[in-house]
């Protein structure tokens, strides 16, 4: 008995199948063959007249480069960028646009690195080895750039500003340039100003022989608005306005990153006209117990204040007399009289805030205020909430603060319900920029390339019943011991450290190249530019560099080293408030 016929036959479906396939193969196998054996004639080797490539040639044969022209478009610096809650920086790409100072134009660095075969020398067309140097040639610029770029191999460079020319000199220019530290962890960028050393070969050809120390090239700095002390009569600059629709105006601003080296404008903003004035809604805060307090606590009730203000869209009439604790004095006594802008950045502070000085204020109130009958609004409760204020329509509302500690604080005003409604604006307060200038330098000296560690002793080393292992854990013998696993031989250390006595830690300089904040006293002594900006805010009285700045820039260095060691999370293991204060761990 025969089986069932087992013979394979292909439905119709299946043959149209296959046989699309197979052509569809054929076809891929047809292309291939063609892209590998297709020569189209070089449009660059023959170029016409009317084509594309004939630009390209034009372009390729000509003597100048065109990546390097200036724009006169708006300025874009670090305040155009900000990532408040990370260290992010502004990228460099090509969209970013050139900038414009009053000294001179910057280009960015993103289009000197996308620019192929950038000379290392630039040929003159005549040869005259006599001839003084013409800072503003194109070409030289380029090889400026490039020996910045290749001498300072630890920062990224952002913008480079046009070369300036230096009177009675023929064979030095000077250049500035924005920049970040490659491996920084800060939301800041800075600028520098250096002094470029020319020299001329057998040929003419010149060449970068030297580039000189940090802010040496003056003549590239971007020329300083005209200023004035707290003291004397209005510029004609300082014109204040009153913010209208203040929250909402700081939600639409977008957010900055300090730059620091740029000018700096923190005249004191004025009124300059009675209407301007008497349109105008003012907040006040009188009396309280929060004079010679120590900064934390000064800061806490001043952003309250001027939380309170933004909440009420009203103008903020701040002291900037400042009465410095005794904590941060050499006398250990308080020193009333400091200027708020010897600290804190007041440029940003009134450029995103609206707010006047007191001073000023109450010399206008007493002109206008009979005469315009401006009414003033009076509270003298803490219980009186910036909520209760939100409907009050009169120019001034004052606080007036008692004499009994602590009610008398202007922080409590943010306590209880309100706490949930006034947020403190902390990105409004940024660290003075001029001590972030000496912040800078002594960074730069260090070429950006250190490690930090910062060292508490003092009182704390010798109260052994908080904090009873301290003093051993941050003798010479225990860091050497703890450093060894942490920071590699022979690396720059900078000591950040209330030891008053540096040379207790000699015992390191076997192993690190150590630095301590006192090294670098020639950045605020009387011939330095810190000193001499800060005398003129000052009405021509030299200021002191005290405790508290001493503290601001110790830690700002601190925070800009590759690897950093804190005392109480690195060095020991006693907690940083006394016995029994740590944090409990997970």
């Not at 289009?111 to 003159?124: G, H, K, L, R």
């Not at 300083?224 to 204040?240: C, D, L, M, N």
């Not at 609206?354 to 315009?372: A, H, L, P």
């Not at 260095?557 to 020991?572: C, H, I």
């Amino acid at each position: 008995m025969m089986g069932p016929d087992r013979r394979f036959h292909l439905r119709p479906d299946h043959l149209i199948r296959n046989g699309g396939f197979a052509l569809f193969v054929a076809a891929v196998l047809v292309f291939t063959i063609i892209v590998a054996t297709y020569q189209p004639e070089d449009p660059l080797l023959h170029p016409s007249s009317s084509s594309p490539s004939s630009k390209l040639t034009s372009f390729l044969t000509s003597t100048s480069n065109a990546t390097f022209l200036a724009d006169v478009s708006v300025l874009r610096t670090g305040e155009d960028f900000q990532n408040s809650s990370s260290a992010s920086f502004p990228s460099s790409s090509a969209s970013d646009t050139p900038v414009v100072g009053d000294a001179a134009p910057f280009i960015q660095i993103s289009d000197i690195e996308t620019t192929t075969a950038a000379p290392s020398v630039v040929a003159p067309v005549e040869c005259d080895r006599g001839a003084p140097v013409d800072c503003s040639d194109r070409e030289l610029f380029n090889v400026m750039m490039r020996a910045a770029i290749e001498g300072f191999q630890d920062i990224h460079f952002y913008r480079f500003g046009k070369p300036a020319a230096v009177p009675d000199a023929s064979d030095v220019c000077d250049m500035a340039w924005r920049f970040r530290p490659r491996d920084a962890n800060r939301p800041t960028l800075y600028k520098d100003y250096r002094r470029f050393h020319l020299v001329r070969s057998a040929n003419c050809t010149l060449t970068v022989a030297k580039i000189g120390d940090y802010h040496s090239g003056v003549n590239a700095r971007k020329r300083r608005r005209s200023k004035r002390g707290s003291g004397s009569a209005p510029t004609s600059e300082a014109v204040f306005e009153p913010k209208k629709n203040f929250p909402e105006a700081v939600e639409s601003k977008t957010e900055s990153v300090p730059v620091v080296g740029e000018a700096i404008n923190d005249t004191l903003p004025v009124i300059e006209s009675e209407s301007t004035f008497s349109a105008g809604k003012y907040l006040v805060y009188s009396g309280g117990g929060d004079r010679c307090k120590s900064m934390n606590h000064y800061l806490w009730s001043f952003l309250c204040a001027l939380g309170e203000a933004q909440y009420l869209n009203r103008t903020l009439v701040m002291d900037l007399n400042i009465c410095l604790s005794s904590i941060y004095t050499g006398t250990n006594k308080d020193a009333d009289g400091k200027d708020f802008r010897f600290y804190f950045d007041f440029e940003h502070l009134k450029d995103s805030a609206s707010v006047i000085d007191q001073r000023q204020f109450w010399t206008d109130w007493g002109k206008w205020e009979k005469k315009d009958k401006l009414p003033l609004h009076f509270v003298d409760d803490l219980k009186v909430t910036p909520m209760n204020l939100a409907g009050v329509k009169d120019t001034l509302i004052m606080r007036k603060f008692g004499d009994v500690e602590p009610d008398n604080y202007w922080y409590r005003v943010c306590e209880g319900e309100t706490e949930a409604v006034i947020q403190r604006p902390w990105n409004l307060l940024w660290k003075s920029r001029r001590l972030m200038e000496i912040v800078s330098a002594i960074s730069t000296r260090l070429s950006w390339d250190f490690d930090s560690v910062h060292i508490v002793r003092g009182d704390k080393a010798r109260n052994t019943q908080l904090w009873p292992n301290l003093a051993r854990d941050t003798s010479p013998d225990s860091l050497l011991a703890i450093l060894a696993d942490k920071i590699d031989n022979g690396r720059r250390l900078y000591i950040a450290t209330d030891e008053p006595d540096t040379s207790f830690f000699d015992p390191l300089k076997d192993k690190y190249t150590t630095y301590f904040l006192d090294d670098f006293k020639d950045l605020w002594n009387d011939t330095s530019e810190w000193y001499q900006e800060t005398k003129e805010l000052n009405n021509g009285v030299a200021v002191e560099f005290d405790g508290y700045m001493r503290v601001e820039v110790d830690t700002e260095v601190f925070l800009r080293g590759k690897k950093q060691l804190e005392t109480f999370n690195d060095l020991t293991s006693d907690c940083k408030d006394g016995v029994n204060t740590c944090p409990a761990t997970a």
